[in-house]
């Protein structure tokens, strides 16, 4: 197996830590808004090209951005037990 090369995988440049939190507080955020703000009687309809309605598509962003706060949780656990 080839050896992994981050700086050829990723499409940014490194981001500052302050930076990355203030992007994911302004995406979830946003989420948040547009969830709430989704009228309930369209819940139940069907997403246009998929098999699943619009509540099941919150129901797995939302478990999708819970997922990823546990590994941000985890890596950051991780660094801090490092330096400590």
């Not at 302050?18 to 302004?26: A, K």
């Not at 999708?64 to 949780?73: C, L, T, W």
Request: proline share 7%; hydrophobic share 40%.
């Amino acid at each position: 197996m080839p050896r992994w090369e981050a700086e050829k995988e990723w499409a940014e440049p490194p981001i500052p830590w302050n930076e990355l939190v203030t992007r994911w507080n302004q995406s979830r955020d946003l989420l948040e808004e547009k969830i709430r703000n989704f009228p309930v009687a369209e819940l139940e309809k069907q997403v246009p090209g998929r098999n699943y309605s619009y509540e099941t598509l919150f129901d797995g962003m939302v478990q999708h951005a819970i997922y990823h706060s546990g590994q941000i949780a985890m890596v950051l656990s991780m660094l801090r037990s490092r330096s400590a």
